[in-house]
């Protein structure tokens, strides 16, 4: 063995004795209703981002296949040499009517969005503000921008502002970075308040909309939920659209400059235009029907009632275990009753929390809901 593996072996023996390893388990969409077969099995999915069962709709099916036989399987190249296909302009144009914005650009994902979009505005002599919970990507973003990154505690507008006070004339300009809905507790940002606050002290507000953007607000997400216009609102096409990409709304001159700035857009190949003609199928039901949108959060309402667990804001509902070999059982538990709930451990939430996160699509049936909801409160509630 050489010294690289042993030194693999090595990492992945701490992390195996943790309870903290990650493996990779195929899983096979069957088509709609959540329904996926993992390893062999059948199973009904409660831990997927398609919220609204859009990966799976004929109509997004359809204009993927259309977008092949017509473009080919690849884009070829990046948007700035060759790689901009016609069918971009019109997903940005809707987006950016759906956001009621000037302007909108599309990414290669989320992921990418993220590390392009943070840098492209501020950089060494700056002052980022971000919510401690917000994701992974936005971290790394920052991190890359090389501006002063200061967290504040998850949603406390008040340590916000004390931060402000205390820093805000440390950088010459300051960005203000939270996730409209977290992707790990289902929670919403304070928005209204944010905004005003980002006003106040000169500062520009982001919001990652990863997981509003198809379910409050109308389907518009957080932002048109708390009546705000953040300076950029990014989200992405892979979650409730049903595709893959990432996206920024914003002023017109803002995209000018992430066209022009955004590292992870001109330096990438642009999306296949099968993604790109699916995403604008998806945006087009998102836009035109309010009650598909409304159901994830009727999903998990109905749940938490059954549960007798705070009713949630949003279509994700987190059961805190602590342990991650709770979470674990937990997670073996609901597959033996033919539910896939992934247990969630740290460094992807804070230690001590493992949990279930439990996410709910259009697309499930209310029965299945109130099957999981009985097996969570029989075998995983009864027993702690
Ligand atoms: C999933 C996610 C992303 C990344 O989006 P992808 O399109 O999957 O790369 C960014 N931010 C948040 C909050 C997410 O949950």
Redesign the pocket.
Known sequence: MGALDEFACAKLDQAEERALRRSLADTAATGPGQRVVRDGRALISFCS?DYLGLAQHPALKAAAKQAIDEHGAGAGASRLVTGNHPLYRTLEAKLAALKQTEAAIVFG????T?VGVIPALVGPGDVILADELS?S??MSGARLSGARLVLFRHNDVDELRALLNAHRSDGRHCLIVT?GVF?MDGDLAPLAEIAEVAKTHDAWLMT?D??GFGVPGGGRGSAAEAGVKPDVQMG????AVGS???YVCASRAVIDLLVSRARSLIYATALPPSAVAAAIAGVDLIASDPTLCARPLAHARAFARALDLPAPQSSIVPLILGRPEDALDASRVLEDEGFLVVAIRPPTVPEGTARLRFSFAADHAIEDVLRLSDVVARRILKSR
């Not at 992405?236 to 979650?239: D, E, Y």
């Open positions: 981002n994902s989320g992921y990418l993220n994701h990507c936005l996730e992707s990652d990863a997981h992405t096409l892979s979650k893959y990409g990432g």
